[in-house]
T-cell receptor
């Protein structure tokens, strides 16, 4: 059962452009995490959002948690080639377990 | 600081053979996890352990077993490997209070 749907699955943009990717669910989560994964490596945590409506910024990355705690978005401003990677969202559904989406593959072309 | 180590890095295995993937963490995290990652299917939880001495089944536990004899180690065993278990396997750990998971570098397993 895929609890989290991420869209778009693949996105290719030019360096300097902005982009937004989405993570949606019909379930409510106590928290939601975003990870970035590069080829041949494990996912690395970027941020955790806990409160409905919460916005967190990490340099050029802005993360927002939906008011109902069912969805989230990641916005990248002035994308750089180093932002290339697979972005995974994960919802905490209790008992220390996470449900992961399939990911947003982002490619930033120099 | 090592974090989480996994061994082996990669392995080619004949179907029917037994295989144990090793995972060790040095962060004294209570909880540990095993995931498999497959193209088009994302990360799926195989087994987890909230604390030493306890384990639980995840989304895709069939064909796999785990043990948690101490805080640091969480081995994953395939009793009799099948080709559908070809995948990249990630071990992770978390401080169960914060819930944020830290991942190892993965083991690429091919079952022929």
């Amino acid at each position: 059962t895929q609890l989290l749907e991420q869209s778009p699955q693949f996105l290719s943009i030019q360096e300097g452009e902005n982009l937004t990717v989405y993570c949606n669910s019909s379930s409510v989560f106590s928290s939601l995490q975003w990870y970035r994964q590069e080829p041949g490596e494990g996912p690395v945590l970027l941020v955790t959002v806990v409160t409905g409506g919460e916005v967190k910024k990490l340099k050029r990355l802005t993360f927002q948690f939906g008011d109902a705690r069912k969805d989230s978005s990641l916005h990248i401003t002035a994308a750089q080639p180093g932002d290339t990677g697979l972005y995974l969202c994960a919802g905490d559904y209790g008992n220390n377990r996470l449900a992961f989406g399939k990911g947003n593959q982002v490619v930033v072309i120099p | 600081i090592a974090g989480i180590t996994q061994a082996p890095t990669s392995q080619i295995l004949a179907a029917g053979r037994r295989m144990t993937l090793r995972c060790t963490q040095d962060m004294r995290h209570n909880a540990m996890y095993w995931y498999r990652q497959d193209l088009g299917l994302g990360l799926r939880l195989i087994h987890y352990s909230n604390t030493a001495g306890t384990t639980g089944k995840g989304e895709v536990p069939d064909g796999y077993s785990v043990s948690r004899a101490n805080t640091d180690d969480f081995p994953l065993t395939l009793a009799s490997a099948v080709p559908s278990q070809t995948s990249v396997y990630f071990c992770a750990s978390s401080d169960s209070v914060r819930g944020e998971q830290f991942f190892g570098p993965g083991t690429r397993l091919t079952v022929l």
